[in-house]
């Protein structure tokens, strides 16, 4: 592994305590940092912002992303929302129509889902 590479007072390497994936800086410790240089505008340089996305192994741009949500108060990712998940009974259904979904969602089913919305 190469020189630690020191940000903002602290040195990135692998081990420490705020590492993602594969020795890399976690969002939240990215943003945290940023957001302790953040002064007013203009006072976070895009050098600050690609130092970090290359601590933190993503675009500069997602790390631009990641502190504009920062800014509205989102620190941590917003997780997705309930997907819909099919029974053994729609997936039959799926098979039979050749997995043609429109014809999946307008064929009634025996045993309705009150927790799908339907217009």
Same mark, same amino acid.
């Given at each position: *592994?190469?020189?630690?590479?020191?940000? &903002?007072?602290?040195?990135?390497?692998?081990?420490?305590?705020? *590492?993602?994936?594969?020795? #890399? %800086?976690?969002?939240?410790?990215?943003?945290?940092?940023?957001?302790?240089?953040?002064?007013?505008?203009? +006072?976070? +340089? +895009?050098? =600050? !912002?690609?130092? *970090?996305?290359?601590?933190?192994?993503?675009?500069? #741009?997602?790390?631009?992303?990641?502190?504009?949500?920062?800014?509205?108060?989102?620190?941590?990712? !917003?997780? #997705?929302?309930?997907? &819909?998940? %099919?029974?053994?009974?729609?997936?039959?259904?799926?098979?039979?129509?050749?997995?043609?979904?429109?014809? %999946?969602?307008? #064929?009634?089913?025996? =045993?309705?889902?009150?927790?799908?919305?339907?217009?």
């Amino acid at each position: *592994m190469g020189l630690p590479i020191p940000v &903002f007072g602290a040195v990135v390497a692998g081990g420490a305590g705020g *590492m993602g994936e594969g020795g #890399r %800086l976690a969002r939240g410790v990215v943003v945290r940092r940023l957001l302790a240089v953040d002064q007013g505008p203009g +006072s976070v +340089s +895009s050098l =600050h !912002v690609r130092v *970090m996305a290359e601590a933190a192994g993503v675009t500069i #741009r997602t790390v631009w992303k990641w502190l504009a949500e920062a800014r509205e108060g989102r620190l941590e990712p !917003v997780g #997705r929302q309930d997907g &819909f998940t %099919l029974d053994d009974e729609q997936w039959a259904v799926l098979t039979e129509v050749g997995g043609n979904v429109a014809a %999946l969602y307008r #064929r009634p089913t025996v =045993h309705p889902r009150p927790e799908v919305c339907r217009p």
